[in-house]
Nanobody, 118 residues
Framework: QLQLVESGGGLVQSGGSLRVSCIVSGFTLDSYAIGWFRQAPGRVREEILCISSSDSPMYYVDSVKGRFTITRNSAKNTVYLQMNSLRPEDTAVYSC???????????WGRGIQVTVSS
């Protein structure tokens, strides 16, 4: 059974850091691209980062460049989203997805709340 589960969300103060994890099971992590998405209240979901199956990171939102990093640990079947210098506007539900490339996603996690207080 293919599954993606996010963990590590929570409440953090503005300027702080948080690392959220996407733990996968039921498939070989190295064969898939993993994307991170977020959806803030009242806004549409946006893709913020992706790491390809060849470990190339791709950024889709300018505001996270230099602050967010995506990495893969295949031994732990986990992809991490490291978020630094967090801002209140980063508050959202963050979810991960897997697919054959960074434009096609087939499997989704349920998401996890990240709240940044001012």
């Amino acid at each position: 059974q293919l599954q993606l589960v996010e963990s590590g969300g929570g409440l953090v103060q503005s300027g702080g850091s948080l690392r959220v994890s996407c733990i996968v099971s039921g498939f070989t992590l190295d064969s898939y691209a993993i994307g991170w998405f977020r959806q803030a209240p009242g806004r549409v979901r946006e893709e913020i980062l992706c790491i390809s199956s060849s470990d190339s990171p791709m950024y889709y939102v300018d505001s996270v460049k230099g602050r967010f990093t995506i990495t893969r640990n295949s031994a732990k079947n986990t992809v991490y989203l490291q978020m630094n210098s967090l801002r209140p506007e980063d508050t959202a539900v963050y979810s991960c997805a897997a697919g054959p490339d960074c434009h096609t996603y087939e499997y989704w996690g349920r998401g996890i709340q990240v709240t940044v207080s001012s």
